[in-house]
């Protein structure tokens, strides 16, 4: 069984319209700040196939909150949840259809362009990394997507954006399953089902750091990667019979 949630990367350059505004200090509301009126986004103005996708070149940004970061993406993920699980093929229609047209996307990687006047940890060009909670409007297959301030945290300078932009999501799938749910203590033995996926591949190294006994179902070309990421076992469930 694969893990759910794959991640493929786009890059993004940049078209759009800033106009500069000066004053005392450097954040949006209390000093220099760039504000991004209209950005380029890819648009779902109904659920369907990948056809009813639009990219327009006017989407609004909307203003900041106090605790919101404007990030200028430099690389996004597509994950299944917005492709043909949840937004295009109509999954999550009750929640999102009197909202549509939506911005899809969960996972950005860029820099921050500007920042709400109650961001402390975050500031202009610093090079980030964050995702989306699942049910998020505004999404980030866009120039200029907007977090909050804890759905960000630094780049690592060894991470190439379109690397950093494909952990998020899959990465805090996983650790909310071993954490919130699971709530794995070291010493544990943990076996993740679909370790080949972002979210299973995630999972067994996040296990492994908390110091349990990690076993993994995959396909036969992951098994050295869950090997090397920690894993005491890596069984490959397509040519193996497996019981537990």
């Known amino acids: 069984m694969r893990s759910l949630f794959r991640s493929k990367q786009l890059q993004f350059s940049t ?4 106009k500069h505004l000066h004053s005392p200090s450097n954040k949006l509301g209390f000093g220099i700040r760039t504000v991004v009126t209209t950005s380029r986004a890819v648009l779902l103005p109904r659920f369907g196939s990948a056809d009813v996708l639009e990219v327009r070149d006017d989407v609004r940004v909307p203003d900041l909150k106090p605790n919101e970061v404007l990030v200028r993406a430099r690389a996004v993920s597509v994950n299944p949840l917005d492709t043909r699980v949840l937004m295009r093929a109509g ?3 009750s929640l999102f259809e009197s909202l549509l047209p939506l911005i899809l996307g969960r996972d950005v990687s860029g820099e921050i362009a500007a920042v709400g006047h ?4 975050l500031k202009v060009g ?3 990394f964050g995702a989306l909670h699942p049910t998020a ?4 297959y866009t120039d200029y997507a907007i977090l909050s301030e804890d759905q960000l945290t630094q780049k690592p300078a060894t991470l190439s954006h379109v690397e ?3 952990i998020p999501f899959a990465a805090l799938t996983a650790w909310r399953a071993l954490k919130s749910t699971a709530r794995i203590t070291k010493g544990q033995r943990v076996l993740v089902v679909g370790g080949g996926g972002a979210v299973g591949y995630s999972a067994v190294q996040l296990a492994v750091a908390a110091g349990c006994v990690v076993s993994a179902t995959c396909e036969s070309e992951s098994i050295d990667r869950l090997l090397a990421a920690g894993a005491e076992q890596a069984l490959d469930y397509t040519s193996e019979v497996i019981s537990f």
């Open 118 to 121: 109650s961001v402390q940890t």
């Open 137 to 140: 409007i505004r999404g980030t």
């Open 164 to 166: 950093a932009s494909a």
């Open 15 to 18: 078209t759009d319209h800033i």
């Open 91 to 93: 999954y999550g229609r």
């Open 126 to 128: 610093q090079e980030v």
